[in-house]
T-cell receptor, first 109, second 115 residues
Framework: GAVVSQHPSWVICKSGTSVKIECRSL??????MFWYRQFPKQSLMLMAT?????????EQGVEKDKFLINHASLTLSTLTVTSAHPEDSSFYIC?????FGPGTRLTVT | GDSVTQMEGPVTLSEEAFLTINCTYT??????LFWYVQYPGEGLQLLLK?????DKGSNKGFEATYRKETTSFHLEKGSVQVSDSAVYFC??????????????FGGGTRVLVKP
């Protein structure tokens, strides 16, 4: 089946710095990937749709300048959290072809 | 906008008990409906889906029927095992694409099965 990986699985960064999260489709090509955010013991909220070779589509309320998405190849999408703040601490999950990655836990100190 | 409501947990059951997790939705048109499961320490896995009214999705002993008249997609399993302990998410998509779908999730229901 479709396998999606993420890297890193967890990351700690200082407030004001940027951090990049990678999402890869391992055994298939993905023209579209989705980025979700999950708060502790809560559900997943769609942040944006990542489109290979074009701009991402962001959901209402998601700051596109803060959460930069790049989908430069058919197997890789990246989410960069810029100028991170403690409120950005969360679990970030990507999805492609109805499969989900294992998630990346971001802690901003 | 679209929304999904599912029963709050945690749901605690004994092994071999019957499990039902209620899920209702609000959407325009004819959405596709999904159940995802998240085992402890793991990512979400698609459990089953239904893409049109009256379809029944089934997998690993779990079943759910797409009921348009009641806008529901309740998850059931006749005899649970300890290994079914997980968080279950009901979700919908406006359409169904094999390439992937924008999903609206319910709040998740934690199920704990005791031996």
């Amino acid at each position: 089946g479709a396998v999606v990986s993420q890297h890193p699985s967890w990351v700690i960064c200082k407030s004001g710095t940027s951090v990049k999260i990678e999402c890869r489709s391992l055994d298939f090509q993905a023209t579209t990937m989705f980025w979700y955010r999950q708060f502790p013991k809560q559900s997943l909220m769609l942040m944006a749709t990542s489109n290979e070779g074009s701009k991402a589509t962001y959901e209402q309320g998601v700051e596109k300048d803060k959460f930069l998405i790049n989908h430069a190849s058919l197997t890789l999408s990246t989410l960069t959290v810029t100028s991170a703040h403690p409120e950005d601490s969360s679990f970030y999950i990507c999805s492609a072809s109805n499969s989900f990655g294992p998630g990346t836990r971001l802690t901003v100190t | 906008g679209d929304s999904v409501t599912q029963m709050e947990g945690p749901v605690t059951l004994s092994e071999e008990a019957f499990l039902t997790i209620n899920c209702t939705y609000t959407a325009t048109g004819y959405p596709s409906l999904f159940w995802y499961v998240q085992y402890p320490g793991e990512g979400l896995q698609l459990l089953l889906k239904a893409t049109k009214a009256d379809d029944k999705g089934s997998n690993k002993g779990f079943e759910a029927t797409y009921r348009k008249e009641t806008t529901s997609f309740h998850l059931e399993k006749g005899s649970v095992q300890v290994s079914d302990s997980a968080v279950y998410f009901c979700a919908l998509s406006d359409t169904y694409k094999a390439a992937g779908n924008k999903l609206t999730f319910g709040g998740g229901t934690r199920v704990l099965v005791k031996p």
